[in-house]
């Protein structure tokens, strides 16, 4: 494997050129679901595997389970910003600064705890946007680009196997 195919286990993320409402009910079923799948993957982990990596110089599973917390965060905010404002520029982070912060020492079942809250109030939230809605953007100043809503429901739905695809294949291949 090479180290393209180690950080992106499942492919990086493609636009589709059209995207249907099947498309869209499918990626937020996948976002609902994302705490159940990892809570799956972990649940007879130790604390000596939830050290494993996916590749070597990678996260670890509980580094990636913070990160997944950070960034879901990040993403509902930047769907309500979208909602309630006229093309909203967002706040970018440093993703990897924020894996170095203390609270990335506390076990990844805290996390988990508030990937399951989230996720709830998440797709909720998602179900119920209109077409007007799916259609409202939000301005990525790294990208410099505007990015609708029902791209960053895709979007998010592809982080969500990526992660999970990492932590199944830090468990598989015991990078340490």
Known sequence: MNLDELKYPVGKFVKPKFITKETIDSAISEIENFPNLVKAEIQNLDERDLQLRYRPEGWTIS???????????????????????????????????????PDNNLSPLVSLQLLEALHSRWAYLLKTLTE?????????????????????????????????????????????
């Open 63 to 101: 580094q990636v389970i913070h990160h997944c917390a950070d960034s879901h965060i990040n993403s509902y905010m930047r769907f309500k910003l979208a909602l309630t404002e006229n093309v909203p520029t967002i706040k970018p982070y440093d993703e990897s600064l924020w894996a170095k912060l």
């Open 132 to 176: 007007e809605d799916l259609n409202k953007e939000f301005i990525h100043p790294e990208q410099s680009e505007k990015i609708s809503l029902k791209e960053n429901i895709l979007i998010y739905s592809w982080h969500c196997q990526h992660h999970l695809a990492h932590i199944s294949q830090a468990k598989e291949l015991k990078f340490e």
